[in-house]
């Protein structure tokens, strides 16, 4: 289940108009915080310690929370925009952004192992990129509608992991011989609505 999505991303920037053209850039820094947790399921632990894992281990049905994961996402960003005006009420433009560093935390908690991994990936680099159609009616000029599809994927280097029991964060140990990797790919496709309450208040 998706727990939470929280994302701070200022940014400052230039945009000039040229003809029908629309060129524009900007540097920023984005933070962002996710959280999931998984319910119910089963689970497959060995009976000893330092067993390893297969898949003939015996399964035991499980009920509420068992696990959660919480990701925090720290980066620098340059951004480039592109737009074009096809004519009075349609437009398309494209958008690209790079993050030439990454930051990154996670935190898996194993609540019926009363375990905890904090895993940290520093370096690696992320891109977004997304291409954006919209459209003015002739009956209105308060809304425009936003037709978009976009990716964006992040790649951190490989970190370091480490361990402890719940509740004991300053004293945890870190495993030589585990190392931490994220991969994030996200596609999208949006509908939007824009609109300009300075027209709907100035309309006359």
Not at 139 to 159: A, M, Q, W
Not at 162 to 187: C, P, R, V
Request: charged content about 20%.
């Amino acid at each position: 289940m998706f727990d939470k999505h929280l994302e701070i991303y200022p940014e400052i920037g230039w945009g000039h108009g040229i003809g029908r053209w629309y060129l524009g850039a900007s540097i920023g820094f984005l933070y962002r915080n996710r959280k999931w947790s998984a319910t119910g399921g089963y689970t497959q632990y060995p009976s000893k310690l330092g067993d390893y894992w297969s898949e003939d281990l015996p399964k035991q049905d499980q009920a509420g929370v068992v696990i959660t994961y919480e990701e925090s996402l720290w980066a620098p960003s340059v951004a480039l925009y592109v737009g074009f005006s096809i004519n009075e009420r349609f437009s398309i433009g494209a958008s690209g952004s790079c993050y030439p560093y990454l930051n990154v935390k996670t935190v898996d908690t194993h609540i019926l192992r009363q375990t905890r991994f904090h895993d940290e990936m520093k370096g690696g680099w992320g891109v977004l990129a997304e291409i954006i159609g919209t459209y003015s009616p002739k009956t209105s000029d308060i809304v425009d509608f936003r037709l978009g599809l976009g990716y964006e994927g992040f790649f951190p280097k490989r970190g370091s992991s480490s361990s402890g029991g719940l509740g004991m964060d300053t004293w945890l140990g870190i495993d030589s011989e585990i190392e931490s990797q994220m991969k994030s790919n996200l596609f999208w496709l949006h509908l939007g609505v824009i609109v300009y309450p300075a027209k709907l208040f100035n309309k006359k």
